[in-house]
């Protein structure tokens, strides 16, 4: 049982910095857990617990059913992969493969067996002779990656494995790291800060930001029901706009104004939009959610005027502006949008996102728990 547990863990550095505030998360057995979060939010000090490679401060972390807060990095039965790969210089792909199983006295037959079944994998065969100097950065890669299958570990620890490729090769490495969890059916608790390497890579995503874990869940249900203004914004890509108004009752009727627009308020959030009158709710709409064309009854609609057009190919990238209001749609290229366009853009009502603008908490996603 390869389950990863923290339990009410903390992470303090000397000189006060909290990098890690009382996490919990269970990390299940044989899943794809993606750490993602923006830079310095305690991604790597998670992963480096779990490895032992950083003493827990506080609460408890266990791997199966075993409490490994003072147990050996050695003896805890995973295998990390750097950023960096950490490849020995001097030695052949052979002999880094095969290094750590030697200092840990495994029987000759038996490290064979394991670096050719590694190299079988990876693809890695015709290069075991040659140094690391002798490899382009995607081999270096794979070797590091191979390194750490040799171990057979009952978890895989990676941290930004695939920030030193290009984007093509990051992209076939993405696959690859795919291919092998699903081939060695064991735990990855994998690190990025790239939210679309999350997106397309996890079984479960665990979205982090300043040391507080703020969302964990299957990436469709991040992206369609993210529990505060921070998970929505950073999932998705092109970001979320995000629109700032003012919500207001009066005669019965609830309604959300900005000096540039008027929204309607759909029945499911009435009471809570209601409820915070005369102060801010934050509008969530994604960029792939308005359209152009004409409103059907209950969309809400935008009017901006274009101010940029990128074309994506299929698709363009519109910026528009409404007064102060910037916004982003993404949108078929066919409609061959021109800057000075006025657009007039819908979205339907039930993609509308709400935010309490004080504590960042989604609306919608409440009533969805309340449900
Ligand atoms: N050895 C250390 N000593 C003091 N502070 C550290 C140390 N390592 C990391 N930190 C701090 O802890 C926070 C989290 O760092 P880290 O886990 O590396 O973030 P991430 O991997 O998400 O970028 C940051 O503020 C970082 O500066
Ligand atoms: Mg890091």
Not at 332 to 335: D, K, L, P, Q, T
Not at 356 to 361: M, R
């Given at each position: 049982m390869a389950t990863v547990t923290f339990d009410h863990v903390w992470k303090r550095y000397s000189g006060d910095v909290v990098a890690v505030q009382d996490l919990n998360l269970d990390i299940r057995d044989e899943e794809f857990l993606v750490l993602v979060g923006p830079s310095g939010c305690g991604k790597t000090t998670s992963l480096r617990m779990i490895a032992g490679l950083e003493e827990v401060t506080d609460g408890t972390l266990k791997i199966g059913e075993r409490v490994v807060n003072d147990l050996a990095p050695k003896d805890r039965d995973v295998a990390m992969v750097f950023q960096s790969y950490?490849?020995?210089?001097?030695?052949s792909v052979r002999d880094n493969l095969s290094f750590g199983l030697k200092l840990r006295k495994v029987p000759k037959p038996e490290i064979e067996r394991r670096v050719q079944e590694a190299a079988k994998i990876l693809d890695l065969g015709a290069l075991l002779d040659r140094k690391p100097k002798q490899l382009s950065g995607g081999q270096r890669q794979r070797v590091a990656l191979g390194r750490a299958i040799v171990r057979e570990p009952a978890v895989f620890l990676m941290d930004e494995p695939l920030s030193n490729l290009d984007a093509k090769l990051r992209a076939q490495t993405r696959a690859q790291i795919l291919r092998l969890h699903q081939r060695l059916a064991t735990t990855f608790v994998y690190v990025t800060h790239d939210q679309i390497e999350a997106m397309t890579m996890g079984s479960r995503i665990a979205v982090m930001s300043a040391g507080l874990l703020q969302q964990v869940g299957p990436p469709q249900e991040l992206y369609d029901h993210p529990i505060n203004k921070f998970v929505a914004g950073f999932i998705g890509s092109p970001a979320m706009n995000f629109i700032e108004m003012t919500a207001s009752r009066s005669d019965g009727k609830v309604q959300l104004t900005s000096q540039d627009f008027t929204f309607p308020v759909p029945d499911r959030l009435r009471e809570s939009v209601a409820a915070l009158s005369g102060n801010t709710v934050t509008v969530g709409i994604r960029p792939e959610h308005l359209e152009l064309g004409e409103a059907k009854p209950g969309d809400a609609t935008l009017r901006a005027t274009t101010d940029v057009v990128e074309y994506l190919g299929d698709e363009e990238q519109i910026h528009l502006r409404a007064g102060e209001t910037e916004i982003i749609a993404l949108v078929?290229?066919?409609?061959r949008v021109r800057p000075g366009d006025v657009l007039e853009l819908r979205v339907p009502i039930d993609r509308v996102h709400m935010f309490?603008?004080?504590?960042?908490?989604s609306l919608t996603s409440r009533e969805l728990a309340a449900a």
């Open positions: 950490a490849l020995y210089p001097h030695m078929n290229s066919s409609a309490d603008d004080q504590s960042g908490l």
